[in-house]
């Protein structure tokens, strides 16, 4: 890693990166609590997490702002589950061990197939500074899937308050 991002020692930034994880998970149950919109959240999470991802070639050549990038990628990194778990939460609420546990496993299985694949991706020549590209191209993809999470959302949001209009109407 020395000889790729002249960094001296990679331990300080995994700490950083621990230190934003964190923080992270404070600030994003925090978020979704005043908010109430997590498909939002996750949607702003997706897009730092391509900014940090687009951002880490330039940065690695300076100690500072790698050190800096780190923990944004940390706060990024461990805000994702949250958001996940609060929609599916609120989608089937009377499911919720099942919900939480298999979203638990889908993040963890998707952490291990990113493993694997800048594995393989360094395996077929590619270099160590171009697997964040790789990644902030899976972010654009994990991107498209969360438009659809937002539009969902907009939906039961928009059938919710038609139906909170139905019920005052009967009651009045």
């Not at 331990?11 to 923080?23: C, D, E, Q």
């Not at 050549?61 to 990038?69: E, G, I, M, P, Y």
């Amino acid at each position: 890693m020395h000889a790729t991002t002249r960094l001296p020692d990679p331990l300080p930034y995994l700490w950083m990166g621990s230190l934003g994880g964190v923080i992270g998970v404070y600030l994003c149950g925090t978020l979704i609590d005043a908010t109430g919109r997590p498909e939002w959240l996750m949607s702003v999470v997706l897009v730092l997490m391509f900014v940090v991802f687009m951002s880490m070639e330039k940065a690695m050549s300076h100690q500072a702002s790698a050190f800096a990038l780190f923990g944004v990628w940390g706060v990024a990194a461990w805000s994702s589950q949250a958001p996940q778990q609060h929609r599916l939460l609120t989608l089937h609420p009377d499911k919720g061990s099942v919900v939480v546990a298999l979203q638990s496993s889908a993040h963890y299985l998707g952490s291990a197939a990113g493993a694997a694949l800048g594995g393989i991706a360094l395996g077929a020549g590619f270099r160590l500074a171009q697997l964040p590209l790789l990644s902030a191209g899976l972010c654009v993809l994990a991107f498209t899937g969360q438009l659809g999470v937002l539009a969902a959302a907009r939906s039961d949001r928009l059938q919710t308050g038609r139906a909170a209009v139905l019920i005052e109407a009967d009651l009045s």
